[in-house]
């Protein structure tokens, strides 16, 4: 009898492990959740996400950078400004493993919002994007009005927390965002922290995926319509 | 000059230059690094209350500009009161330029010693503290005025 359950619970912690590591080797398939407000369509019954609102910024080139910069790409956001002593340099270095990791691949842009806006001037802006090594097109600095900037930073923080009332200070608190090329957040992180980077990277990598599918599916999509006519 | 002479020169200098390096003993390093983090965490404090401060300087220019036709001194006290809050915010950006152009590691290599190094971080501190009551009051004014307009 003795025997008998010692054996059973063997199997049992076999068949246990078995199960948690074909999980874990399971390929994570799950689209990436979609920030903030949800509504429904009335006409077409469609989830209607929120989206970043229209903006319009100057960037490190001087030239006007809005959201049609962005169609068709993905982009990472933050914020930071050129003087900031503390978190800012720590999130840089977080950004530049992202810019790094893709610079060779078009689909993914970065957008860096400078929230000191009296002393980040165009020249300020272009020397830290220099200072960095990452002045290039794929990776904009802008600054603009106050209340531009300050309006765009609830709309991607508090958004992103899902929180109207975002604690204090969240301009500061070193948020980088995950936006979709719809303008809809799919993820963010503490740009503090290596790794929670770490698993940003991958949800870059999974949402890349996704809109590689995405084509996919369409082409796939405009063969078979072609097809039947 | 002989050549012992200048050996001896030579020497005396080179100890010298390595002394250089080791200007600071531990005990002052750790001193200097924990009166640092202190003041950054004066900066730590404060530095949240920016949001807080953009809107209530906004709820301020709003109701600045309905008053601004009354015949009473709301208006010119609420842009005294977002004078005030403009002024803090600068003076915490400047505060953060300041720092950030003056590091811990470059204040001890220009630094004679450990106390100017203390005089410095001191004297910074003094000046975060100065900022950090700017922001608190100049927002407890403005929300005051706030209150004192809507009747609460």
């Known amino acids: 009898m003795y025997i008998t359950c010692k054996r059973l619970l063997w199997y049992t912690w076999l068949v246990g492990s078995a199960i948690v590591t074909f999980n874990s080797c399971q390929p994570d398939t799950a689209p990436l959740p979609y920030y903030g407000f949800h509504a429904i369509d009335a006409v077409t019954g469609d989830t209607l996400y929120h989206r970043i609102r229209d903006f319009e910024f100057i960037d490190q080139d001087s030239q006007l950078v809005t959201n049609a910069y962005f169609d068709g790409k993905i982009y990472v956001a933050d914020f930071f400004f050129t003087s900031c002593p503390t978190i800012c340099p720590v999130v840089k270095a977080q950004m530049m493993r992202i810019y790094e990791k893709y610079e060779a691949d078009d689909r993914l842009l970065l957008l860096s919002h400078s929230i000191d806006v009296r002393r980040d001037t165009v020249s300020k802006l272009k020397q830290y994007a220099i200072g960095l090594g990452a002045d290039s097109p794929r990776w904009r600095f802008v600054t603009g009005n106050r209340d531009s900037i300050y309006a765009i930073t609830y709309d991607y923080i508090s958004t992103a927390l899902d929180n109207p009332d975002a604690p204090g200070g969240f301009d500061h608190s070193g948020w980088i965002l995950l936006i979709d090329e719809n303008r809809h957040i799919r993820a963010y992180a503490d740009g503090t922290k290596p790794e929670k980077v770490d698993i940003f990277l991958k949800q870059i990598d999974k949402l890349l995926q996704e809109m590689e599918n995405k084509k996919t599916d369409l082409r796939e999509k405009s063969v078979t319509d072609g097809a039947r006519r | ?152």
Not at chain 2, 13 to 29: P, W
Not at chain 2, 98 to 109: A, C, G, T, Y
């Open chain 2, 1 to 152: 000059m002989s050549v012992r002479s200048f050996l001896f020169i030579f020497v005396l200098a080179l100890f010298m230059g390595c002394r250089g390096d080791a200007k600071f003993s531990s005990e002052e390093l750790e001193a200097q690094q924990s009166a640092w983090a202190n003041m950054m965490k004066g900066h730590d404090v404060v530095m949240p209350l920016r949001n807080d401060l953009y809107q209530t300087s906004k709820e301020l220019e709003e109701l600045a500009q309905d008053a601004m036709v009354e015949a009473n001194d709301f208006h010119p006290r609420a842009q005294e009161a977002i004078a005030a809050i403009i002024a803090a915010d600068d003076g915490m950006m400047e505060w953060m330029g300041h720092i950030k152009e003056n590091p811990l590691d470059s204040v001890r290599q220009k630094q004679i010693d450990h106390a100017a190094v203390m005089a410095f971080i001191d004297k910074e501190t003094v000046a975060i503290e100065s900022v950090a009551d700017a922001m608190q009051q100049s927002l407890e004014k403005g929300k005051a005025l706030i209150m004192e307009r809507n009747g609460q």
